[in-house]
């Protein structure tokens, strides 16, 4: 059997490497498409609803316009709709649920999969959040990532371990920028490339590039590194300093120069969801939710 271990010191290594080429302008575009989809997808995340059940997140999503969800945070024991803490039945609710206000549920954020703990817990932890994306019909499980390089290796080789069970259960495993080792499109590229799995790819955060850098690193410097691997996009904007509840296209994320690099890096359909809104009470969060959809429309050309 083909071992999937990941060795740190490779991976810094090449991590270096590709730094010097994106620095000297030697990086070239990928010009394989990323996904199969020709439209995008738009979706809206629960977070900005995280003070609510989630059914009332859902509500107003489906109110607001949208065809599809993404499960993050909301007002539970966890603050997580799905997690390894959560049974096979709660999954399958959460799914007739979005079905019902007629939502896809094409991403979800799961929290920790026990990765700290060893890789076999890794595994055991990462099928089990598979298995509840299965249950509820979602298509996509976000991986965050680790900042200890302690544990880099038996992180990533769980993950390495765990996707050909997510691509048997229709689930991709979809890393994005959060910071510590995975804060860059770089880093995430070099990460992509040493697990080497096609069910292993990325969701683009530009917001998150801002925010991990301290503002430092602008989203259309990066977006270039990660031609060929984006599958999806958390819809996120950023102001200065450290501020990410923001509504997009209002902070300072370049989203127009941004989309067509990803679309030249082959990224020209999947999901775009949006991950968070200037904070307020209901009816400000419709006015925001649904202004932001009509912008992803003039953004992207797609009128549905």
Known sequence: MKSHRIDRRDFIKASFSLGMLSSLGLLTYCQTSANDEKEYVFGCYTRPWSDFEYKVAFDEIARAGYKAVGLMTTKSENRLIISVDHSIEHARTVGEEAKKRGLAIVSAWGGRFNAEKSVEAGVAGLKKLVDNCEACGC??????????QEIFDQYYTAVAESCDYAQEKGVELALKPHGGLNTTGAQCRQIIEKVNHPNFRLWYDPGNIYYYTDGELKPVNDAPVVAGLVTGMCVKDYKHPKQVAVTPST????????????????????PMVVETLEPG????????????????????GQKA
């Open 139 to 148: 298509t996509s499980l976000l991986i965050g990532g680790t900042k200890d």
């Open 251 to 270: 902070g300072q994320v370049n989203f127009q120069s941004v989309l067509e690099i990803l679309q030249r890096g082959g990224f020209t359909g999947g």
């Open 281 to 300: 009470e209901l009816d400000e969060l419709h006015t925001r939710a649904t202004q932001t959809l009509a912008w992803l429309k003039e953004l992207t």
